[in-house]
C-alpha cells in the first residue's frame, strides 16, 4: 500500500551499534549490491543509518556516493555531525536528539534549530530533495521541532496542525468510561 500511494519516499536500514566497518563494511556492499533494482529505478532510494563511529571515513561516503546509496546524517551524541550527502537524488537528516536515557527524549532550543537549519540550507542546495525526521518523539518533541524548523526553512505545513487533547484521544478510542465527559479521575 505505501508503494502504491506514492508517498513512500525510500528504505531506512539503520544498522546496530555492533555493526562496525572493520567486520561489516563486505556485509554491507553484498547487502547493497543485492538490492531490488526495480526499487531504485522506481524512485525509491536506500538509505543508511550508522550507529557506529568507524563509519564515518571518506572511503565509506565515496562509496555510497558511487552506488548512490542515501547516507543518513544523524543528529545525536555518539556520531559526529556530518552532513555528508551521498545522493544529489535524495538527502536525508535524522535528529535523534541529547537526550539522557533514552537520547530521543530532548527538545532542541531555538538557537539549536537556526544552527542546524543553516546546515540543512547547504543541503538543499546539493540535493533534489531533502527528508527531515524528528525521532525525539516524547512530550511531543518532535511535532514541537519539525515545525520550529519549517519557520526556520521558510516552510509552510501542508495542513495547520490540529490540537487534540488527551480527552479527545481517549473518546476516539473509545476507552473513556460511559458518561464520562472529562479527565479528572486521572488527574487525582
Not at 532510494?45 to 558511487?66: D, P
Not at 540543512?120 to 511531543?140: L, P, R, W
Not at 518533541?141 to 487534540?164: G, H, I, Q, W
Request: proline content about 5%.
Amino acid at each position: 500500500p505505501l508503494i502504491d500511494s506514492r508517498k513512500l519516499l525510500g528504505f531506512l536500514i539503520q544498522l546496530p551499534p555492533s555493526f562496525n566497518k572493520a567486520d561489516h563494511f563486505g556485509v554491507l556492499k553484498e547487502f547493497i549490491r543485492d538490492w531490488p533494482g526495480d526499487l531504485k529505478h522506481e524512485g525509491y532510494h536506500l538509505i543508511i543509518e550508522f550507529r557506529h563511529l568507524s563509519w564515518m571515513v571518506e572511503e565509506v561516503f565515496e562509496y555510497l556516493k558511487k552506488q548512490e546509496v542515501t547516507y543518513c546524517a544523524v543528529i545525536e551524541p555518539l556520531l559526529p555531525p556530518r552532513m555528508d550527502v551521498t545522493d544529489s537524488r535524495f538527502a536525508y537528516i535524522r535528529f535523534h536528539g541529547y537526550g539522557k536515557n533514552p537520547w530521543f527524549n530532548y527538545c532542541f532550543k531555538d538557537e539549536e534549530i537556526k544552527k542546524w537549519a543553516a546546515s540543512i540550507k547547504e543541503v538543499i542546495n546539493q540535493a533534489d530533495t531533502v527528508g527531515i525526521y524528528f525521532n525525539n518523539h516524547f512530550s511531543g518533541y518532535a511535532t514541537k521541532n519539525s515545525l520550529m524548523m519549517m519557520r526556520e526553512l521558510d516552510l509552510e505545513p501542508r495542513n495547520e496542525p490540529e490540537r487534540v487533547s488527551i480527552l479527545d484521544i481517549k473518546k476516539k478510542s473509545g476507552t473513556l468510561s460511559s458518561g464520562q465527559t472529562g479527565l479528572d479521575k486521572f488527574l487525582n
